[in-house]
């Protein structure tokens, strides 16, 4: 099986995943493109151990995936409590909103 | 106490403010009084620690390292704590110990706005152990530490309980020294890496005659000289101290003359002279045109000064310019001159500052013109302590002002390695001038005394009721007035206890 | 009674008690303190009579007895000594001093009752008397700069004593400013001469081993004429030579017993004495002998003239110290050593008396201007005695101490081969003129005419009169010592000399050389009655050993007749006090001095037509012009250079402060603050906030640098 798949894959995630970040106001979506973005990564660390090191017994890449997944939890956990607090205080999810951290 | 194995002592000496400061924390606020006695027991415990280190010194031995504690610190960087105490270091060591005892003793009944004598208290205890740190640390880091630590207590001493303008004087004694200290630590990693055996132990940069080639210590030795030079100050870099010394309540000026200026002019002797003695050797004779500029230029400022404390302030410049000549004459009897210089500078401005600050208890203003003369009428034995300090600080001989002046035109005649054949004119021309420079400083001080002391009060102050001085004061001052006088009298007090030492620290400078 | 001299430091020692002890417990005696100054005054007295008694009858020249310790290290092995040195010329001090100091401690008794600060006075007085013997007892030269400044600073607050009026003040500022200039020169100087002695001893400052060091030509040219110069600055300042003089008239804000103490007999003469000892080194150089002749005669000439015009009788006094300071200066720098310092040793006493005198006369009239005395002589006849036996030693009237050391001057400057030496002698007799002439208007104008006091004079009680007793009958026997009456091998010069003196010779004279300049003297010295026929034998001391020394030796030897200048000066005496006389026996200063001599013009120009000459060519040029030029360049130019340099440097200072400092140097600081400031404001715009534009300008970089880096391969 070639790389080729799997990259293009990845790379489709990733873009539509920066996109997202940059593009989308609110912030649940901007959360999820984020997602998207670590997924990508994913797809690529295990394509890559799959397809380059099928025989290494230590399989770092897929270890690093499980990581990505366990501290994207984290993060979403942590992200959403935020936009959650947000919408409590402020009544908007709306990240053009949020400029407390301007100059 | 034996001075070679008692490094305990020296040790427990200097930590004992710092964690006496921790004390005062614990003690609640509203207890006003109880706070104020505790910083005068701690200060007392730790002077009569230091007195007795005084007294166990072997004064025999005064060249080589005593009360010595070397262990290893950071050892990833090859830091070691390494204090230890000589010749050179004791005198001023002492001169903190007993400034800070005072300091404390004159809290007792003054304190400036906002009060809170917890904070204050805490912070100059904080900044005793800085101060004395930066005198017996014996490794280029932990020296460059206590160095900054000072820098913090005296920052939040001018700013929180300093005059109208204390803000803007703070930030700037704050900025401007950090400021130059970082061209000083830039120099010490210089050493550091250039030295080879990569240490900062001063004693062994020292005996290694020299690191590196005459460019690179020019170099180091012109970073080092910056971050000195400003605490020192030396003109053109002293325009932080006018302001700094004026708004600083009286304790933080009494420290800030009596010893942090001196860290300066120590930390030339110390670290820079000997570590770098070809580059001091070329930056010697400017050394000594910008101390002799200083002598001149400062006095003629305090001519043109009309608020006490900021005529006090320039004289500080004059006379660390006196002190500077000595260093610039890179030999012993300038070294010597230099050190005693030092000491009896603080024991006169920190004096003065104290006058000053009373002064302005009373008057509730520093304006000349306002005073108006007539306070040997109005507080008699209050005029007799200013004329007394004054007169001693334009350095008449027999008090403490007259030698390091003397000392340092005489050592400044023949400085010491090639200086003499390069620059004999020179040193000659700044001789000279550091003698009329004597004049001036006679001058404004007997203008001063003129205008405060003589004359009948004016109309506004006749029925005043002025206190003359008061029983805290005499208890925090005599100690200093009878310094002043015999220091003077019996100058083998300090030269004697250095000359051991400097001999030593020299035998690295010209070999 | 060799014990004496080893106890000499006790002489110093015993004020300094006493200055401690009034300072400390004054208050609480009954005396007020006044009684411990009297007390170890007199006790150093006696000290100072025995040590001058031993030092006096020592084979000539005495070995000077030195002990020092060492007081402190110094750095790179050299030592501060505090130590003694006890010679003829330390002896003579001693005796000066002490005796003096007794007097005027005695006569402040009286005249300081019930002053405010009565045992602060006291209390500075011994300070003083303190200060002035540490300096005469010096073993080395640092040691004098303490002692130097010391009497500087009690000179400063015994002339503010009367600190509240606001002249006092500038006169004790403008006193202690002026010497603490000429004190630059004192260091210098004494830092210069250390420099060649770095080799010889532990002490770079010691003074013996200074003097044979230049004596033995071991110093250079340079280091001698710069370092002589430079001491002879502070001579200049402290003994109130021109151009620095200008504080001692000032200083009389004082009480006149200081007056006579410091202004007058000690503090002033502290310059002569330091230049005497170091005399062998000043030696060395004809340029710094004739410089410090030029300034002494200049000096003693003017400062003369200006005494004509005063109407403050310690003005008066004041500018004669002025001018016999002068005398002394110009002897020292014509080879007259020993007269120099005999014309210091007597002008001790009858200035002293005078001044003690003059204070009597004010405390009377309570006042210090001669217009408002006159008449006094029925009042205070104690007072008129002494003041004249004082005024006729001063003016040099014959066999009084004052003509003794006239003389020697005079004579010191015929002996001296070169053009200084002439200028001293013929200036000299005219000042002696002037000297005689003001002294005599002083009198007539005290103690003739009408009494024009508005008190009722008395005569002062017996603690102010005796003093001046004492002091008359010195004023006369303390001549003796140094004229040919006395003893050849036991006077005045044997008592001073020093044994490097002794055999020192001036490198500057030749041989045939001195041997000619005194040619032209030689014939009137051949009328002296001790017939010292030849130059030779003129300049010979009568050593130890009895043996002659050449022709460029320093020392005079003993003192012989000089008719001619016996008679020059007797005669000049006696013309200035019949001129006096004519002008001012009146005694009617109130009158216009020109109307005065009206009517006496008038007649004499009648029948003679000489005095109208005298008066027009001489009087009045001299009193009017002369003297008020003379009085108006030391007023307002000289004293106005003071006044103008003390201006400049604070406008000086104002600029350096206002402009240099607070705009340049300290805007330079600020500057490199608010330009942070600046920058910051406008770099700040980036922190917008907004976490998307962040993540945009990421990518975005991350592009830039993929591409970048994909260039680059």
Known sequence: MSLVGPLLLATFLFCVGIYGVIARRNAVLVLMSVELMLNAVNINLVAFQNLLFPAEAAVSGHLFALFIIAVAAAEVGVGLAIVLNLFRTRATVNVDDVDLMRW | ?511 | MDWMLDYAWLVPALPLLSAALIAAFGKLMPGKGSELGVLSLAVAFLLSVGIAWETFTAPAPMEPVEHAFEWSPLGGGFVIELGMLVDGLTAMMFLLVTLVSLMVHIYSREYMQGEPRFTFFFAMLSLFTFSMLLLVIANNTLQAIIGWELVGLCSFLLIGFYWEKKPNQDAANKAFLVTKFGDVGLIVGVIVLSVPMFGASGSPFNILELNQAAADGAIGQGTIVLGMLMIFLACVSKSGQMPLHVWLPDAMAGPTPVSALIHAATMVTAGIFLLARLYPVMAQSLLVMSVVAVVGVITLFFAGLVALVQDDLKKVLAYSTVSQLGYMMAALGVGGYTAGIFHLFTHGFFKALLFLGAGSLIHAVHSNNMSDMGAMRKAMPHTFWTFIVGSIALAGFPLTAGFFSKDEVLVAGQYWPYATGGLVFWVGLAAAFVTAFYMARVCFLVFWGESRSHHPPHESGRQMVAPLVVLAILSIASGYIGSPVWDDDNNFGTWTATPVLAEADYPFVADDELGTGLQGGGEVLAGGAQGQAGSASVLAVEGEEGEGLGAGSILHGPPSWHLDVLLMALAVFLAAVALAWRIYGRGKPEEDPTLNMGPLTTVLVNKYGFDDFGYRYIVVPVRDHAARWASWSSNVVLDGIVAGAGKLTRDAAMTTYRVLDQKVIDGGVNGAAFSAAWWSERLKRVQSGDVQRYAAVLVAGVIVLVVVFAAAR
């Open chain 2, 1 to 511: 106490m034996d001075p070679q194995t008692a490094g305990w002592a020296l040790v427990v000496a200097l930590f004992l403010p710092l964690a006496g400061a921790g004390l005062l924390a614990l003690i609640p606020a509203r207890l006003d009084q109880q706070i104020r006695r505790a910083a005068v027991v701690i200060t007392g415990v730790s002077f009569a620690l230091v007195a007795a280190i005084t007294a166990a010194f072997d004064f025999g031995d005064a060249g080589t390292l005593q009360f010595v504690t070397d262990v290893s610190w950071i050892s990833a960087i090859d830091a070691n704590f390494h204090v230890a105490i000589d010749g050179i270091s004791l005198p001023l060591f002492f001169l903190t110990y007993l400034l800070t005892f005072l300091c404390a003793i004159y809290t007792l009944s003054n304190l400036p706005a906002p009060g809170k004598p917890k904070g204050f208290l805490g912070l100059m205890l904080l900044l005793q152990t800085g101060m004395a740190g930066t005198f017996v640390a014996f490794d280029l880091i932990l020296f460059f530490i206590f160095w900054e630590l000072v820098l913090v207590p005296m920052f939040f001493m001018i700013g929180m309980w300093g005059g109208p303008r204390r803000e803007y004087a703070s930030v700037k004694f704050f900025l401007y020294t950090l400021f130059a200290s970082i061209f000083m630590l830039v120099a010490f990693l210089a050493i550091y890496f250039q030295a080879g055996a990569e240490t900062w132990s001063i004693p062994e940069l020292s005996a290694a005659a020299g690191v590196g080639g005459t460019t690179f210590q020019t170099w180091a030795f012109l970073g080092i000289f910056f971050g000195f030079a400003v605490k020192v100050p030396m003109w053109p870099f002293h325009t932080w101290l006018p302001d700094a010394h004026t708004e600083a309540p009286t304790v933080g000026s009494v420290l800030l003359a009596g010893v942090l200026l001196k860290m300066g002019t120590y930390g030339f002797i110390r670290i820079a002279l000997p570590i770098l003695p070809e580059g001091a050797m070329r930056f010697a004779p400017m050394i000594g045109v910008l101390a002799v500029i200083g002598i001149i230029y400062g006095s003629l400022c305090c001519l043109a000064q009309t608020d006490v404390k900021r005529l006090i302030a320039f004289s500080s410049v004059g006379h660390m310019g006196f002190v500077m000549l000595g260093i610039a004459a890179m030999n012993e009897a300038g070294i010597q001159a230099a050190l005693f210089g030092n000491i009896a500078h603080g024991v006169i401005t920190g004096m003065l500052f104290f006058l000053a600050g009373s002064m302005h208890e009373r008057y509730h203003t520093r304006e000349i013109g306002v005073i108006g003369g007539g306070m040997l009428v109005k507080m008699p034995k209050y005029g007799v302590l200013l004329t007394y300090v004054a007169v001693a600080s334009l350095g008449l001989p027999g008090l403490a002002g007259f030698w390091g002046e003397f000392a340092a035109m005489w050592a400044a005649i023949s400085p010491g390695g090639d200086l003499g054949d390069a620059y004999g004119g020179l040193y000659l021309g700044l001789v000279i001038f550091a003698a009329i420079g004597t004049v001036l400083t006679a001058g404004y001080f007997l203008w001063l005394l003129q205008r405060v002391n003589l004359g009948q009060p004016p109309a506004r102050w006749a029925d005043e009721p002025l206190d003359d001085v008061l029983r805290i004061e005499w208890v925090s001052w005599v100690p200093l007035l009878l310094l002043i006088l015999a220091l003077g009298v019996f100058p083998r007090l300090v030269f004697g206890v250095q000359d051991a030492a400097v001999t030593n620290l020299m035998s690295f400078v010209t070999g």
